[in-house]
């Protein structure tokens, strides 16, 4: 071998060995009580933060917890699924801040999926903050003792949906806050438990919001419609197969200014037990008059009435 040759052999042996090692983003992630933020993130190799188990997962992917544990705040920036394993106890205890923020874009297929955590303020702000994803999914969750929003919507950040969770005891927030902007914001929010909350569910300016098969209790406001904000401005919010009792107002509806309008109709609700079951200031509420309204302070009203289709 010449003196040339042999040279150029010893310093591939050293590139290799100099050289940093390139891992693959994993497709499925986890973490664990007993992971390290130094693993991998894979189920066999578990690291301890979701924060850390983000930055190595592909979009695309998902995360899960395997065990009863805290797990701390994270930012998901790239389609993702976060999931606590059935059965298991996946916590985020939030000091201050956002429990859950999500920023990934809103074009077509940005989605993320929220599945099976509990968000518990301890002087958070907002258990799951939605900047920008074009569909968000918030399932089989518990939110509790925020600040200002169990789940906040903000303006032009996206779709949401929302099942099967339960959003409790943000004694001066709101449990489910949407609110539309330059472009409208789409909510459902299905088969969930809202009570405890200063507002449960607002449709703020340009929404579109419907709330199903929930139940809503323990709040100054129960649901509500407002368009007081912009020119010509839309909240819309429909109710099916509720039950809003216990609330200082069951169901309320507000607009003012600049054309803005606040409607909500309803349709096979149990309005029961509130103070005010419905209560208006320059909104409308109408019924497909087959709700049943008893035991209020006041039922509410004038209804406008919606004909079956």
Avoid: K, W
């Avoid at 066999?44 to 705040?73: H, K, M, V």
């Avoid at 599945?115 to 907002?126: E, F, M, Q, W, Y």
């Avoid at 088969?191 to 709330?211: F, K, M, P, T, Y």
């Amino acid at each position: 071998m010449s003196i040339r040759s042999s040279g150029a052999a010893l310093a591939v042996i050293a590139l290799a060995f100099t050289a940093p090692v390139a891992f693959a983003l994993n497709n499925r992630s986890a973490v664990s009580v007993n992971g390290v933020d130094t693993n991998p993130c894979t189920p066999a190799s578990p690291c301890r933060s979701f924060s850390f188990a983000i930055t190595q997962t592909n979009p695309g992917g998902e995360i899960i917890a395997l065990d009863t544990a805290g797990y701390g705040p994270f930012v998901i920036d790239r389609v993702i699924t976060v999931s606590g394993a059935p059965g298991m106890h996946a916590a985020i205890t939030t000091t201050t801040g956002d429990g859950i923020q999500v920023n990934v874009g809103t074009s077509t297929n940005d989605r993320v999926t929220i599945r099976n955590l509990v968000l518990i303020g301890a002087g958070g702000t907002n258990g799951i903050n939605q900047l920008a994803a074009s569909q968000l999914r918030v399932i089989g969750c518990l939110i509790r003792g925020y600040s200002a929003n169990g789940i906040f919507q903000q303006a032009d950040s996206g779709s949401l949906s929302v099942d099967r969770t339960d959003i409790l005891d943000n004694t001066a927030a709101t449990g489910v806050s949407a609110i539309g902007g330059l472009t409208i914001a789409l909510t459902v929010v299905n088969n969930s438990l809202i009570e405890g909350n200063n507002v449960g569910v607002h449709a703020g300016s340009n929404s579109r919001v419907v709330v199903a098969n929930s139940t809503i209790t323990g709040s100054l406001r129960g649901v509500e419609s407002v368009s007081t904000t912009g020119s010509a401005l839309l909240s819309s919010l429909v109710l099916e197969n509720n039950v809003i009792a216990h609330n200082t107002t069951g169901i309320f509806a507000t607009a003012s200014g600049g054309n803005n309008v606040a409607r909500v109709t309803i349709s096979q609700n149990v309005v029961a037990f509130n103070t005010f079951g419905v209560s208006t200031t320059g909104g409308a509420v109408d019924s497909f008059t087959n709700n049943r309204f008893t035991a209020n302070g006041s039922d509410g009203g004038p209804f406008g009435s919606v004909a079956f289709q």
